[in-house]
């Protein structure tokens, strides 16, 4: 799937034949930034205008805006986790089979276990949470 990239932000965009629009979103923050565009060409402007709207909207309440998700900062902790599994402390999680198969999946994709990928994804959040407890 082709990602667009403003300012650090990470989009992805669907096309929706029915109302003959593209939908884009930004996936690499937990905010909600969207963006609409009529053709392919309007894409990467829709992007821009919907990220600044979004940093103005920040700045006008005085907040500090959701810093991306970088994806080599998850990949760097990754590396880390498969290099020194986790071992010691269990803890058990109630997924459902989809949620299972995706934990595999992606774990497959990464190259690793399960345990692994999610040490590595457990990790990463809660240095996401740690950097925005900052604020």
Known sequence: ????????????????????????????????????ATSVGELAQALTASVEDYLAYCAGRNEVPAKPFSFSEFEACLAHFKANPPVGGRVELDFTEAEIQNVRDHAERYGCTMDVFLSAVVACFMTELQLRDRY
């Not at 403003?6 to 034949?17: N, Q, R, S």
């Not at 003959?20 to 937990?30: A, D, K, L, S």
């Open 1 to 36: 799937m082709n990602r667009l990239h403003y300012k650090g932000y990470e989009a992805v965009a669907t096309f929706d034949e029915e109302a003959g629009i593209f939908h884009g979103e930004v996936v690499n923050v937990r905010d909600v930034i969207t963006f609409q």
